[in-house]
């Protein structure tokens, strides 16, 4: 049973710096950051994360090694909720890009004034946003893309020991490739709606040339949403398979981005 009393001053300070990480992985970290999860739900969890991995990765050197650098705790310290905030932040890519992909439907579809709270971003979108959102988290679950989360934020510390004061910056221009790439994505996703929204619009302006009576902002507005549905719907199953090598993606970038750091 694992019992805090009885660690010694070096493994206390072992134990902060894990709990430091967790807690900056868990508050930033897809699905766990979300606004739905309290913030003492947040804190048991990086305990029961940092109770759980504590024996495994404060190994004999680790705990000599700390003991020689009393003198830099701050720095090990902000190290620590750097890279526990960098992991989680890699996480939440992969769902900017589905937001991206909602935002860019509801656009098209002339949703965009519908604002509302979404509480996995935290912040404000619209209705096919949340949906797509929502899709993606079960998706995301349901192929437990969680797992892979905390197994990638546990093999962190295989990589960057809590002993070591400095990390690699390379690892961080690889995040910024790679969310190119992912925002990329977020254009394929949305890319059948737009191309039928701009198609519709085309022939709504030429409809208006050709019969100049007919009021086209009354009559534009439904016949857009409608087939917009539609083809949404339709398109439904090519969109899916889009966020299933969206997922692989980001799961092979997470690891690639933890051995680089």
């Keep these: 049973m694992f019992s805090v009393s009885q660690l010694n001053e070096v493994q206390l300070i072992a134990f902060g710096l894990i709990l430091l990480r967790m807690s900056g992985f868990v508050?930033?970290?897809a699905i766990f950051n979300s606004a739905s999860v309290s913030v003492p739900v947040k804190i048991l969890f990086s305990l029961v994360l940092t109770m759980t991995v504590f024996n495994s990765v404060t190994s004999g050197p680790?705990?000599?090694a700390l003991k020689e650098l009393d003198n830099t705790l701050?720095?090990?310290?902000a190290k620590e909720v750097f890279i526990g905030i960098s992991i989680g932040f890699t996480t939440r890519i992969f769902f900017f890009a589905i937001a991206m992909a909602g935002e860019l439907i509801s656009v098209s579809?002339?949703?965009?004034q519908a604002q509302i709270f979404n509480p996995m971003m935290?912040?404000?979108?619209?209705v096919m946003e949340q949906f797509f959102v929502a899709l993606a988290t079960l998706l995301y679950m349901g192929l437990n893309g969680h797992h892979f989360m905390i197994q990638g934020l546990v093999n962190s510390?295989?990589?960057?020991?809590?002993?070591?004061t400095s990390i690699k910056a390379i690892g961080f221009y690889e995040v910024a490739k790679y969310a190119q790439e992912f925002f990329i994505f977020g254009i394929k996703i949305a890319a059948p709606v737009m191309i039928s929204m701009l198609?519709?619009?085309i022939g709504v302006g030429i409809l208006s040339r050709a019969v100049p009576q007919i009021n086209v902002l009354m009559t534009a507005a439904p016949i857009t949403i409608l087939l917009g549905m539609g083809i949404l719907f339709i398109s439904l199953p090519l969109m899916v398979l889009q966020?299933?090598?969206l997922l692989e993606v980001s799961t092979t970038e997470l690891f690639k981005f933890i051995k680089m750091i």
Aim: charged share 5%; glycine share 16%.
């Design 27 to 29: 508050f930033t970290a």
């Design 62 to 64: 680790v705990l000599v």
């Design 74 to 77: 701050i720095t090990l310290a």
């Design 109 to 112: 579809m002339g949703l965009g």
């Design 122 to 126: 935290g912040s404000m979108g619209n």
């Design 157 to 164: 510390f295989e990589v960057v020991q809590l002993s070591t």
């Design 199 to 201: 198609v519709v619009q």
């Design 243 to 245: 966020l299933n090598g």
